[in-house]
């Protein structure tokens, strides 16, 4: 696996700012899932369009972000058809407003494919956006994400290439 000085600077930076203001966090654990469409750009995840992964997550919110440590696995993905799983640990660092949330997150994602064999593939990142809805003591977080393989790439938003996301949160 390919690794570089900015990506380890920014991974540093990013959880060096995912520890502010944890001692008086609220933790929760998350059940979510996000609906996949084909990547134009990113052509490392073999995802097709209607493909779901389905996750778990540890939340950490203080009283402006949400600091989530999560990992994403899918199964029978139809981009590849020798691909037969992916499971992707990620943080994400967001911040919070009222309802809505927005940040940056980093991924990688360990991919088992029945030709190429099975592989970590490179850091990469999204961008996540969306709205928590409370939910009977518990919340709903509905939001868009955009994954990229370099911050070159993030001007080059296409709407087919977004994924859909949904997490039950439940608090500790």
């Not at 996750?55 to 009283?63: C, F, K, L, R």
């Not at 939001?143 to 290439?161: A, C, K, L």
Request: hydrophobic residues 40%; proline residues 2%; aromatic residues 12%.
């Amino acid at each position: 696996m390919k690794t570089n000085y900015i990506t380890i600077v920014s991974v540093a930076l990013l959880t060096a700012s995912a520890c502010v203001q944890t001692s008086t966090a609220q933790s929760m654990v998350s059940v979510g899932a996000k609906y996949h469409q084909v990547h134009t750009t990113f052509t490392d995840l073999p995802y097709d369009n209607g493909d779901i992964s389905v996750g778990i997550a540890y939340n950490t919110h203080s009283p402006d972000s949400i600091v989530q440590l999560a990992i994403e696995g899918a199964w029978d993905v139809n981009g590849i058809t020798t691909t037969d799983f992916i499971i992707t640990p990620q943080m994400n660092l967001l911040w919070k407003d009222g309802a809505w949330f927005g940040g940056v997150g980093i991924l990688t994602s360990y991919i088992d494919d029945e030709i190429t064999g099975d592989d970590w593939i490179d850091l990469y990142w999204q961008l996540v956006i969306g709205v928590k809805v409370p939910l009977y003591g518990a919340s709903v977080d509905i939001g868009v994400h955009y994954e990229f393989e370099s911050w070159d790439d993030v001007t080059d938003v296409d709407v087919d290439d977004l994924a859909y996301g949904a997490w039950l949160n439940l608090g500790l």
